[in-house]
Antibody, heavy 127, light 109 residues
Framework: QVHLVESGGGVVQPGRSLRLSCAASGFTFSTYPMHWVRQAPGKGLDWVAV????????YYADSVKGRFTISRDDSKNTVYLQMNSLRPQDTAVYFCARDPGFCSGTSCYIYWFFDVWGRGTPVTVSS | EIVLTQSPGTLSLSPGERATLSCRAS???????LAWYQQKPGQAPRLLIY???SRATGIPDRFSGSGSGTDFTLTISRLEPEDFAVYYCQQYANSPRYAFGQGTKLEIK
């Protein structure tokens, strides 16, 4: 069965850092792009970042660019989100999500929708 | 920049009724790259529909998606108790390629 399990959330003061992890199982992790999507309390879904299947391409929402870094370790079937200089408005549940991806010829691409989601890890930024 | 607007904000219906949820884009969605997600309280979103009308794996056939261009619809033919949730549309063709609608809450009448 396909599973994504996030961890690493918690309560942190403004300006501090936190690293989230998302462990994948049940599929060939190294062949899929992976995203982080967040949801502030009582609000809608807000995309954060994506990493391509091979880690060469990374894209970020403007709101986190320069502060957050997405990475992956295929030997551990895990995607990470390093969050620095945290702000109160970063308070949210952070979900990791799988992108189905697609390949055309010898090139593979991010599809930009989310076919499997984890249950999320909450992050609270407060003094 | 494409903006998705969902309507209504809240839809109150009874089990067994038909639900029709709308998602309107501010510009045409290329190749009908439009997805729908269901989210229940305290749970992760679940992919229902992609490509405007293709059901994701394991999704019951009472869920259907339709539309093209700027107007898309999610229809639930006969509501089951477990269908009451928040539904989001998302387009993945145009910049920004991750734009979500604001959601429609489907509640029990």
């Amino acid at each position: 069965q396909v599973h994504l399990v996030e961890s690493g959330g918690g309560v942190v003061q403004p300006g501090r850092s936190l690293r989230l992890s998302c462990a994948a199982s049940g599929f060939t992790f190294s062949t899929y792009p992976m995203h982080w999507v967040r949801q502030a309390p009582g609000k809608g879904l807000d995309w954060v970042a994506v990493i391509s299947y091979d880690g060469t391409n990374k894209y970020y929402a403007d709101s986190v660019k320069g502060r957050f870094t997405i990475s992956r370790d295929d030997s551990k079937n895990t995607v990470y989100l390093q969050m620095n200089s945290l702000r109160p408005q970063d308070t949210a549940v952070y979900f990791c999500a799988r992108d189905p991806g697609f390949c055309s010829g010898t090139s593979c691409y991010i599809y930009w929708f989310f076919d499997v989601w984890g249950r999320g890890t909450p992050v609270t930024v407060s003094s | 920049e494409i903006v998705l607007t969902q309507s209504p904000g809240t839809l109150s219906l009874s089990p067994g009724e038909r639900a029709t949820l709308s998602c309107r884009a501010s510009q045409s969605v290329t190749s009908n790259y439009l997805a729908w997600y269901q989210q229940k309280p305290g749970q992760a979103p679940r992919l229902l529909i992609y490509g405007a009308s293709s059901r994701a794996t394991g999704i019951p056939d009472r869920f259907s998606g339709s539309g093209s261009g700027t107007d898309f619809t999610l229809t639930i033919s006969r509501l089951e108790p477990e269908d009451f949730a928040v539904y989001y549309c998302q387009q993945y063709a145009n910049s920004p390629r991750y734009a979500f609608g604001q959601g429609t809450k489907l509640e029990i009448k």
